[in-house]
């Protein structure tokens, strides 16, 4: 039997492997999907077992997704551009790192929204997850400003990004949005704010959210969070976090099958795990 894990501290949460799990039942695939809770320090060791036979790869999450980098043998370019992997393929003894997240998360929008060329682009949060839609966002010619509560982050985000961009890049505090709000067409929250369970927080001002906007959430649970509720109530068309997490692990369940995954039950299950 064939294997892949998520590894991370904690994982118990996780929905992958109900995700996987399901996959590779639909498909008739001898294949197990597991958690690996490991432990800051312990990483090394766990990377070494992922080189075994049966082992398909592995996602990666928090705190890992930097430290990992180190310890893989091939590192593909948008991961090395955002600075994190969260896929990793095993091929011959060899492991290959990825960001899903990115393209996953992006996709997820565009299939939506349709493309972002020319579009104004506001994206709130300077952490992991904004440095990979970030990056992502960025490839096609848009204008696009990164606001976070802390701004040097913001400011170190997008000094990293630009020489690899194609968009006009630009950063500021959280409190510029009031200045920013009524010219942009997609607004993306990779904040952790109005996640389970503070659901009654949302980054935004109801005030500010208007009917042009089109709003995506990469928070995914709640599925319906504050901020996408408001955004819905002023005509604003709007995208939870959930496909973003189906669509990262749909990507990185080709890559290491081979197969194309039954996207849709993967949603289904997830969504049943979210109470959706
Ligand atoms: P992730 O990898 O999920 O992006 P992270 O790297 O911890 O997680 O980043 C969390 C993001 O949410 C950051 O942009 C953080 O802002 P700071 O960089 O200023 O800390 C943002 N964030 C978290 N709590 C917030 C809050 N209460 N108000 C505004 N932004 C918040």
Redesign the pocket.
Known sequence: MKRCYIVGYPVEHSMSPAMHNAAFKALGFDAEYKLAPVKPGQLVTFIDKLRDNEVLGANVTIPHKVEVMRHLDHIDETARAIGAVNTIVHRDGRLYGYNTDSTGGVEALTEKYGSLKDRNVTIL??????RAITYQVSRVDCKVTVL???VE?ARNLVDDLRPQTLAELRYGG?TQLPGVIDDTDVLIN????GMSPNVSNS?VPEGLLHGGLFVYDVVYNPVKTRLLRDAEAKGAGTLSGVKMLVYQGAEAFRMWTGVEPPVELMQRVVEERLGA
């Open positions: 949060g300077a952490g992991g997850a904004s976070n509560r802390s982050r959280l990779t904040t952790s704010v980054p």
